[in-house]
């Protein structure tokens, strides 16, 4: 079969497309003829191996050689012990520890499998596991009357939990480069800044969900109304420290919650917002799709910044 792989950590061109075998399913575990893989900014981590914790599992180099962990696909064999799910099931899944989504063929364990809604595509189904689970965690809190602000709101994580913000009865303030404010006004966004001209910690909310993870915890605070609550997802390790030791003490001393979100995984968690998307509650933006022959492409347009919504790779 054809994969994409890669065997140093450094930019997309380390990448090439090379024949491998067919994996087989162990004890517990799938076979998925891949249809579809959506591209997280944990893929370009882990193919840079920056910030550090992309490295666990493999310090001079990747332990997994073929990225792509939100995949979706038909079962195409199954290992002993699994009992859920046949051969020809349409399926999906944050294939996180496993990954292999960027190839005709991928490896994950019955547990982080769900049934594919009918009414998604392959690719749309593709784009829900981890920026779902995020966005639904995230924006837990929102509600009438409640201020909550997305930084980072223009990416595939940022505009779901818009959506949900909205639909929750938030006033949203959504934050990202210039060209994609108009995508996040489209998807519901209220108020919507251009981060590079307009500080936007200068108001107050009383939900802050930081996918970028790009200003201090003390700028944070500032922005959080009495009894706000500020989530940051992602960042480098120095940042991620801060959130966890400053916020704590600032959050002791001030009741302005301010931490790191531990995101869960699994179906439980992705599910109920795919089942929003199935019933056009909540719109999927599709932005790209690319080949294997591109992937490299594809990782260096999330890298940069430029996904509005999400990108798919379909082999």
């Not at 490295?55 to 001079?60: E, F, I, P, S």
């Not at 489209?186 to 909310?205: C, W």
């Not at 940069?304 to 999400?310: D, S």
Request: aromatic share 6%.
């Amino acid at each position: 079969m054809r994969a994409v792989v890669y065997d140093t950590y450094g930019p997309p061109d380390v990448l090439r497309v090379e024949d491998v075998p067919v994996p087989s399913p162990g004890a517990g575990q799938v076979r998925i003829k891949v249809a579809a893989t959506s591209l997280n900014l944990s893929d370009w981590e882990c193919l840079r191996g920056r910030p550090a914790y992309a490295r666990l599992g493999g310090w001079r180099s990747p332990a997994i050689r073929t990225l792509g962990s939100d995949i979706a696909g038909v079962v195409d064999e199954v290992g002993p012990g699994v009992t859920g799910f046949q051969p020809g099931d349409e399926v999906f899944c944050d294939n996180l520890n496993l990954k292999g989504g960027f190839a005709e063929y991928a490896i994950a364990a019955e547990k982080s499998l769900a049934r594919k809604p009918s009414a998604l595509t392959f690719a749309e189904a593709s784009t829900i596991p981890q920026a779902g689970a995020i966005a639904l965690q995230g924006t837990r809190g929102a509600g009438p009357g409640r201020r909550v602000l997305i930084n980072g709101g223009g990416g595939g994580s940022g505009s779901f939990a818009i959506q949900l913000a909205k639909q929750a009865g938030a006033h949203v303030t959504a934050v990202d480069n210039a060209g994609k404010l108009d995508f996040m006004r489209s998807v519901g966004a209220d108020e919507v800044i251009d981060y590079r001209t307009e500080d936007f910690t200068r108001a107050r909310y009383d939900l802050i969900l930081d996918l970028v993870a790009s200003r201090s915890v003390f700028a944070y605070h500032r922005a959080l109304l009495p009894g706000g609550r500020y989530y940051c997802v992602g960042g480098s390790v120095p940042t991620l420290l801060r959130v966890l030791i400053a916020g704590f003490v600032v959050g002791r001393t001030t009741g302005r919650r301010i931490s790191v979100l531990a995101v869960r995984l699994g179906p439980a968690h992705f599910e109920p917002l795919a089942e929003l998307c199935a019933a056009g509650e909540v719109a999927i933006n599709v932005e790209r799709k690319y080949g294997l022959d591109q992937v490299a492409e594809a990782l260096a347009h999330v890298g940069a910044g430029h996904a509005l919504g999400k990108v798919v790779v379909t082999p």
